[in-house]
Nanobody
């Protein structure tokens, strides 16, 4: 069982930055691919970014477009999402998720592939 706790959300003006953190319990964090998803009111949850066991990452290119960076620190059991140049349309609850990865190259962008989820952290971007 893995427990995930997100932090770092809040209210920021358009153009500002936030750094989200997600800390996992347990000693097998390095065996998981980690993902960040978000859900805005009235919309479906969507993939934002993911990072493989190897450390390589994948982004939702349609709206991230170089503004977000995902990283992980296995020694701290933590995955981060650095968000720059925030826009009002980035307003959402952001969730981190863990997906057991048999291969260091594995990563899924589908939310139903992920085994564990955090409670989410609210990000609000004002115009």
């Amino acid at each position: 069982q893995v427990q995930l706790v997100e932090s770092g959300g809040g209210l920021v003006q358009a153009g500002g930055s936030l750094r989200l953190s997600c800390t996992a319990s347990g000693r097998t964090f390095s065996m998981y691919a980690m993902g960040w998803f978000r859900q805005a009111p009235g919309k479906e949850r969507e993939f934002v970014a993911g990072i493989r066991r190897s450390g390589s990452s994948t982004y939702a290119t349609d709206f991230v477009k170089g503004r977000f960076t995902i990283s992980r620190d296995n020694a701290k059991n933590t995955v981060y999402l650095q968000m720059n140049s925030l826009k009002p349309e980035d307003t959402a609850v952001y969730y981190c998720a863990a997906d057991w990865a048999y291969s260091s190259a594995y990563l899924s962008t589908a939310d139903d592939a992920y085994d564990y989820w955090g409670e989410g952290t609210q990000v609000t971007v004002s115009s």
